[in-house]
């Protein structure tokens, strides 16, 4: 089945800095890749996703990388702000699975003012 | 606002009881999953229904059943509670077709 690892676990930044979460998977078929932003006792709310056919994809100050060939994905965000104090989950899935998502373990970011 | 609804939002369980926590969809995704996320971890696929079918299943126990209704809603039961059980359990809508993936707002259970 899928694995998917997720790095750092814990990233600490400068509000203004920017913030790198990476993510591996193992299933070469998986082509959905979406990455889900978590406050303490609430719900994963998605943030982004993006699909194998596409290498990039930005929103504003987020922005995810695929690179399919190294099975890995990369999410973005740029001039962090307090309010971006989360965790950070990224998953990937096959689209033909349905809602069956694997999720890495997950990354609590801190955006010091 | 997903649009997904999940009930009740919390409750306490004593160990060996029996809970069931419910789920519905205003859009109608005929798609359903459920997911364990257990404290600091990231969440776990349960299982999920197409169609009113069970349609794939994560490593978890018989005890953890699940129905989904003409409607597409559905319900999580967990037979013979255990301490680790506690957890959030949320459930998800929508990916079929590659389409995206919502949760609701989950149900938070404890095990006493």
């Known amino acids: 089945g899928e694995n998917v690892e997720q790095h750092p676990s814990t990233l600490s930044v400068q509000e203004g800095d920017s ?4 993510c591996t998977y193992s299933d070469s078929a998986s082509n ?3 990455w889900y932003k978590q406050e303490l006792g609430k719900r994963p709310q998605l943030i982004i996703d993006i699909r194998s056919n596409v290498g990039e994809k930005k929103d504003q100050r987020i922005a995810v990388t695929l ?3 190294a099975k890995h994905f990369s999410l973005h965000i740029t001039e962090t ?3 971006d104090s989360a965790v ?3 998953a990937a899935s096959r689209a033909a699975a349905g809602n069956k998502l694997t999720f890495g373990g997950g990354t609590r970011v801190l955006v010091k003012p | 606002e997903t649009g997904v609804t999940q ?13 069931t926590l419910r789920c519905s969809s205003q859009s109608g995704h005929n798609t359903v999953s459920w997911y364990q996320q257990a404290l600091g971890q990231g969440p776990q696929f349960i299982f999920q229904y197409y169609r009113e079918e069970e349609n794939g299943r994560g490593n978890f126990p018989p005890r953890f059943s699940g129905l989904q209704f003409p409607n597409y809603s559905s319900e999580l039961n967990v037979n013979a509670l255990e301490l680790d059980d506690s957890a959030l359990y949320l459930c998800a809508t929508g990916g079929e077709s590659g389409n995206t993936i919502y949760f609701g707002e989950g149900s938070w ?3 006493v």
């Open chain 1, 67 to 69: 690179n399919k060939t």
């Open chain 1, 19 to 22: 913030a790198v979460i990476k």
């Open chain 1, 88 to 90: 950070y989950f990224c």
């Open chain 1, 32 to 34: 959905y890749f979406p």
């Open chain 2, 109 to 111: 259970l404890t095990v």
């Open chain 1, 81 to 83: 702000q307090p309010e």
């Open chain 2, 7 to 19: 009930s009740p939002t919390h409750l306490i369980k004593t160990r060996g009881q029996q809970v």
